[in-house]
């Protein structure tokens, strides 16, 4: 006689979720390797978002494209490239700053605008983030970069 109680009745899709990408993460899955000599090598140059709003289908589109590509690249053998940016300089930042504060740019010194711009921009940076690992992204998180920061702006 077949056993009817080999799965759950109920499946909590978001513990399982999490489950898999906190193994994805711990294991290193998608980290890009320095040092692998014997694979080919595949980057993926990623035109970072401006972190001035929500992750949109737009954004879940793209980001699909990007992960198909690097998922295919993987199992032909290749050690994959898969950085995250952010472009954090521009104006849809500045735009967005200035609708949400009901404000303009010159209603402000400009290093009080910057710091009102900078913390836009972390927040969204957070939102995006957290969208793009629920989506199952294989990006290498810790290749992120962000284009305000010094060390990037140095390269």
């Given at each position: 006689m077949i056993e009817m109680n080999i799965l759950p009745r109920k499946i909590d899709f978001v513990e399982v979720e999490k489950k898999w990408q906190n193994i994805w993460e711990?294991?290193?899955?998608?980290?890009?390797?320095?040092?692998?000599?014997?694979?080919?090598?595949?980057?993926?140059d990623t035109p970072p978002p401006y972190p001035s709003g929500d992750f949109h289908m737009g954004n879940v589109l793209n980001w699909t494209y990007f992960d198909?590509?690097?998922?295919?690249?993987?199992?032909?053998?290749?050690?994959?490239?898969?950085?995250?940016?952010?472009?954090?300089?521009?104006?849809?930042?500045?735009?967005?700053?200035?609708?949400?504060?009901?404000?303009?740019?010159?209603?402000?010194?400009?290093?009080?605008?910057r710091a009102l711009c900078e913390e836009w921009i972390e927040q969204y940076i957070g939102k995006m983030k957290e969208a793009i690992i629920r989506l199952g992204c294989s990006v290498d998180w810790s290749l992120e970069y962000r284009t305000m920061d010094p060390s990037y702006i140095r390269k």
């Open positions: 711990e294991e290193g899955i998608y980290e890009y390797d320095w040092e692998e000599k014997d694979k080919k090598r595949y980057s993926i198909i590509r690097a998922r295919y690249k993987r199992m032909q053998g290749f050690n994959v490239h898969f950085p995250q940016g952010w472009d954090c300089h521009g104006l849809p930042t500045e735009v967005a700053v200035e609708k949400a504060y009901k404000i303009r740019r010159s209603d402000l010194p400009p290093d009080k605008f």
